[in-house]
């Protein structure tokens, strides 16, 4: 099977900087997409960014301008980093990824999660 590991979280205040990290291991033949979502309390779950194989990225309306996404594609690894970061940032932030499993063909998974407060 497949684990995506995500770091980076923690606390930081508002107008400080955070980098997500997410790792994907297993059986792995290929990654297409990978992203990043947060679901704050209380609220449904949010597409961050996402960023295609060739690197084509793509993000939501709220985080442009302050976070970047990015990815190794030989390390199997995604990156989130988040700069002039506010209050409503604050979530828990998901690592997802389209991936392409040896003998299983291609399915999507997502990682555990990793908290990110931002304190004003």
């Known amino acids: 099977q497949v684990q995506l590991v995500e770091s980076g979280g923690g606390l930081v205040q508002a107008g400080g900087s955070l980098r997500l990290s997410c790792s994907a291991s297993?059986?792995?033949?290929?990654?297409?997409?990978m992203a990043w979502y947060r679901q704050a309390a209380g609220k449904q779950r949010e597409l961050v960014a996402s960023?295609?194989?060739?690197?084509?990225?793509d993000y939501a309306e709220s985080v442009k301008g302050r976070f970047t996404i990015s990815r190794d594609n030989a390390k199997n690894t995604v990156y989130l980093q988040m700069n002039s970061l506010i209050p409503e940032d604050t979530a828990l932030y998901y690592c997802?990824?389209?991936?392409?499993?040896?003998?299983?063909?291609?399915?999507?998974?997502w990682g555990q999660g990793t908290q990110v407060t931002v304190s004003s």
């Open positions: 997802n990824a389209d991936v392409r499993v040896l003998y299983r063909g291609s399915r999507n998974y």
């Open positions: 297993g059986s792995i033949l290929s990654i297409n997409a």
């Open positions: 960023i295609t194989t060739g690197g084509s990225t």
